[in-house]
């Protein structure tokens, strides 16, 4: 079964950090871009982040620029998001989903999406 | 950045309806569009991508039209499993989501 989960979400102080992880099983990791996606409560879809197949290319939304750090390690089958300097607008719940487009490609459709992760930054 | 922008914001319909939601972009997208479907609590699943296509699994009462700015989302036959919120998702130049649209029941 194609799967993906997510892991590492919590309650956080603002100005804190935290790492996201995600498992992929059921499909050949390394043939597929992977994306972040995050959903604050009660608001719609934001595409967060993506990296292509081998991790050469990389795309943030203006939002994390500079904050968060996309990750993939396909020896473990892998997906990571370093999230530095948190804020209270960066609490939601975080989707990994798999990139539905060519090898480079670290932006496209998503066929393939975990359940969700939630991070609160709160004080 | 591209700004994706859905209408209706809310939908009420009825079992049997014929649902159209519209996407527009701020900017050209060609048929780089895609058009996903969640439920409460549950994670978005895929319908349509490159505008028309249909996702495989998807029933064939979803289709998708468009290009360039102004895309539809149209349910020919409205089914219980179908209330639920719609985004639309542009992959032109990075990616955006639309704000979503509501179809709830009437």
């Known amino acids: 079964e194609v799967q993906l989960v997510e892991s590492g979400g919590r309650v956080v102080r603002p100005g804190g950090s935290l790492r996201l992880s995600c498992a992929a099983s059921g499909f050949t990791f390394d043939d597929y871009g992977m994306s972040w996606v995050r959903q604050a409560p009660g608001k719609g879809l934001e595409w967060v982040s993506g990296?292509?197949?081998?991790?050469?290319?990389?795309g943030y939304a203006d939002s994390v620029k500079g904050r968060f750090t996309v990750s993939r390690d396909n020896a473990k089958n892998s997906l990571y998001l370093q999230m530095n300097s948190l804020r209270a607008d960066d609490t939601a719940v975080y989707y990994c989903?798999?990139?539905?487009?060519?090898?480079?490609?670290?932006?496209?459709?998503?066929?393939?999406w975990g359940k969700g992760t939630t991070v609160t930054v709160s004080s | 950045d591209i700004q994706m922008t859905q209408s209706p914001s809310t939908l009420s319909a009825s079992v049997g309806d014929r649902v159209t939601i519209t996407c527009r972009a701020s900017?050209?997208?060609?048929?780089?569009l895609a058009w996903y479907q969640q439920r409460p609590g549950k994670a978005p699943k895929l319908l349509i991508y490159?505008?028309?296509s249909l996702e495989s699994g998807v029933p064939s009462r979803f289709s998708g039209s468009g290009s360039g700015t102004e895309f539809t989302l149209t349910i020919s036959s409205l089914q219980p499993d179908d209330f639920a919120t719609y985004y639309c998702q542009q992959y032109n130049i990075y990616s955006t989501f639309g704000g979503g649209t509501k179809v709830e029941i009437k």
């Open positions: 989903a798999r990139v539905n487009g060519p090898l480079e490609a670290y932006y496209y459709s998503m066929d393939v």
């Open positions: 900017q050209s997208i060609s048929s780089w």
């Open positions: 490159d505008a028309s």
């Open positions: 990296i292509n197949w081998i991790g050469g290319s990389t």
